[in-house]
């Protein structure tokens, strides 16, 4: 636990003006980003008594070790920068609103030239319009059905789109009516897109028009006896009520709003936030996070709304914006939305009438959504808090590992051999610090030497980056005899390893902003920028996640005690001694700790057993996927991939002149020449690749146990040394570690 008092800046130094501050741990991690009116009356509230301080925040000063700041111009400047700098660095200390999936939108793909409508998630897209989000897709699908009656719009996927234009043949929608066939052209490009305009416009709102249109149409219809035509119509118009029914009118005004309610308690709090569009609510969504520090509703409102609309631009950001609580101040937020929009956003709270009545349904719903949530998550906290401590507890930790790491090694009989290494931390999978590995220090099958290999380049490379950024002690050396270290390693990275590190730059700083940022360390000025550009100064270190850069506090292996014992040497040898290792064996899911000749026997009912195996197990998966990846890889690989120059165009304008593989291996060289696009030295280069390469071993057909003679036409070679490939999947699966 570090003193606040030891990276307090000093008495005049923090400026009286505008900007952001990001406070930063022992390993250089970001791990808290605020903003400030005044950054010297902001910041010298972190520095006061610890006791009169939020547990919360009294946690957060107490893992720092230093603090910076950038000066800005305006407040609006410092949102701006407050908000690219959580999405950049997201520090365990913010407030940050997650759910746990990617709410889906009702999509048409306006930037095609047959529109498409779909289910889209995850990023949007320029030039798709979007409608929602939805709270399930099959919302969306049921809404999409009722509406292909009336606006047959294309709803097929590019592949079926391309295959239905081939053959002349339309797809099931096309013979019912529910899609007007564009692919084989029973409409054009113009007017298809107008039927997805005239869809757009209906999911906007505007439903009155085409209702009436229809109901002459039907009218119109009987009068002249064309009582089938009449009865379509009939069910047209009864699709488009139902449809609308889906989202019934909440707002007479027609008015485009997005209600926000916030219901919270002393450790979380939830946001609940209803999309209204044309006077209906066309989405709703909801958020629930950890309330890290003492904050206000106001802050909590401030926050979901640099969630909601930080990526959003023109019309997804509406012309009103319904609130429990103002941010305070105000007007910084209410012009950071307006600067979204490109026009003026009302961001204020509703007072009576049926806004009033609808922002009370939004707060039920966030109510409900804190309880739901408090109900999950109180059986998986404490199951996870007792897992850690049980953990620890078997294997005499000093605490409970919060960062565990698992190495497993794969390989299908020497071939191909990788190793995976995974992350948990408290107890949860950190996708983003997976890391795999190719052995290159030897040919063969040695899981035991595999992981010692392993071992070593992963906490080599802690090592670089733990001198690179100057953690060393004054007491530690950093010569390559005391660390383990090669000779050049002092002097920068490894330069055969496969994980580079992720090059430095400053994302997200306003153009004009003050070119001030300073860091204290321990009471000393580390960085005095003003003199230089601010980027420049943030390159250096800017706080991002560096690949192993961060040490666990337990190394879990995939084996016995030969790769305990391997992984235990490895980092004696790098001099560390401030990590637990341990390994979990398959047969018997036991234990073993490095030196001790029993295992620990975990209760099969344990949970620690139980995340043990779950980090083991996920271990396999990674690498696995990875071994796969490779192996495939190297038998779609032949002699043509050993051609430089030799692009896939020309390789295939190869097999389609001669037909096969077989036959190109027994050209001559001016037969080669033939082939449209190949020279004389390319033909030369691809008669000695084939020279090179050893004769393919004979295609076997496992059904019949023949030998194949002659090879399909563009097929691929079959990679030296590995015969039959293609029949036996399964078999082959079996054998993979």
């Not at 337990?554 to 401030?578: N, Y």
């Not at 637990?580 to 026997?601: F, I, Q, S, T």
Request: glycine share 8%; proline share 6%; net charge negative.
């Amino acid at each position: 636990m570090a003193d606040p008092s030891s990276y307090r800046p000093k008495p005049g130094q923090i400026p009286d003006s505008p900007g952001v501050y990001r406070f930063r741990d022992e390993h250089r991690r970001v791990i808290y980003v605020g903003k400030a009116k005044s950054l010297r009356q902001r910041l010298a509230n972190y520095f006061q008594d610890l006791a009169g301080l939020h547990p919360r925040t009294r946690s957060m000063v107490t893992t720092a070790a230093s603090v910076e700041w950038t000066v800005v111009s305006t407040e609006v400047e410092a949102l701006q920068l407050e908000y690219s700098w959580i999405k950049e660095y997201d520090p365990r200390f913010n407030v940050k609103y997650r759910d746990d999936k990617s709410y889906p939108y009702l999509a048409v793909t306006m930037n095609e030239e047959y529109p498409r409508v779909q289910v889209m998630r995850g990023q949007k897209k320029k030039g798709v319009r979007y409608f929602g989000p939805y709270a399930h897709a099959w919302a969306i699908r049921d809404t999409v059905d009722l509406l292909l009656r009336v606006f047959p719009v294309r709803t097929c996927s590019a592949g079926v789109f391309k295959n239905a234009s081939r053959t002349g043949r339309p797809c099931l929608l096309g013979y019912i009516g529910k899609c007007s066939a564009p692919c084989v052209y029973r409409i054009g490009a113009d007017d298809h897109r107008e039927l997805a305009d005239e869809f757009c416009d209906f999911m906007t709102g505007r439903t009155g028009t085409y209702l009436r249109r229809l109901e002459k149409q039907m009218t119109e219809a009987a009068d002249e006896m064309e009582y089938e035509r009449a009865a379509r119509l009939r069910d047209d118009i009864e699709a488009l009520k139902k449809a609308m029914e889906k989202n019934a009118v909440v707002l007479a005004d027609a008015t485009d709003a997005d209600l926000i309610a916030v219901a919270e308690d002393e450790l979380e709090a939830a946001v609940q936030i209803f999309h209204v569009r044309g006077g209906r609510v066309r989405g709703q969504r909801g958020w629930v996070t950890d309330k890290v520090e003492d904050v206000t509703t106001g802050a909590l409102v401030e926050h979901a709304l640099q969630q909601l609309y930080g990526e959003e631009r023109g019309d997804s950001v509406p012309k009103e914006v319904l609130v429990p609580a103002l941010p305070e101040p105000v007007e910084p937020v209410q012009d950071w939305l307006t600067g979204r929009r490109g026009s003026n956003v009302s961001l204020r709270i509703p007072q009576r009438g049926d806004k009033k009545a609808l922002m009370e349904t939004v707060e039920r719903n966030a109510q409900q959504a804190l309880v739901l949530h408090k109900t999950r998550r109180a059986s998986d906290l404490t199951t996870r808090s007792r897992a850690l401590e049980e953990i620890a507890e078997a294997l005499d930790l000093d605490g409970a590992p919060l960062r565990i790491e698992c190495y497993d090694i794969s390989h299908l009989q020497g071939d191909d051999v990788v190793a995976s290494m995974v992350v948990f931390e408290d107890g949860l999978q950190r996708k983003s610090e997976y890391r795999r590995f190719q052995i290159k220090g030897f040919e063969g099958q040695d899981d035991v030497r595999s992981m010692h290999e392993v071992i070593t380049r992963r906490f080599r490379r802690y090592l670089v980056e733990k001198e690179r950024t100057g953690e060393w002690t004054d007491g530690e050396s950093t010569s390559a005899e005391t660390t383990g270290l090669p000779s050049d390693a002092t002097t920068g990275l490894p330069s055969d390893a496969t994980e580079l590190l992720s090059a430095d730059g400053a994302e997200g700083v306003p153009e004009h902003a003050t070119a001030v940022t300073r860091v204290h360390n321990a009471g000393e000025l580390l960085t005095d920028a003003s003199e230089a550009p601010l980027t420049s100064s943030l390159k250096d270190e800017d706080g991002r996640p560096r690949r192993f850069a961060y040490p666990p506090q337990l190394v879990v292996v995939d084996g016995g005690q030969p790769q305990v014992a391997a992984a235990r040497r490895a980092l004696d040898e790098l001099g560390i001694d401030d990590i637990a290792v341990c390994g979990l064996a398959k047969r018997l899911e036991e234990v073993w700790l490095p030196g001790d000749d029993d295992p620990v026997v975990l209760p099969r009912s344990s949970e620690g057993l139980y995340l043990l195996q779950r980090v083991r197990d996920e271990a396999h998966r990674f690498a696995i996927t990875y071994q796969r990846t490779k192996r495939a890889k190297r038998l779609r690989s032949g002699p043509l991939d050993e051609v430089p120059g030799l692009g896939e165009t020309r390789k295939q304008a190869l097999i389609k002149h001669f037909g096969s593989v077989k036959k190109l291996r027994a050209a001559t060289i001016q037969q080669i020449c033939e082939v449209p696009g190949i020279g004389r030295k390319t033909a030369e280069t691809i008669a000695a690749a084939f020279a090179r390469a050893a004769p393919p071993a004979p295609a076997v057909n496992t059904a019949t146990g023949e030998i194949i003679e002659e090879e399909e036409p563009g097929a691929t070679p079959d990679s030296p040394g590995d015969p039959v490939t293609a029949g036996a999947p399964e078999e082959r699966r079996g054998q993979e570690t």
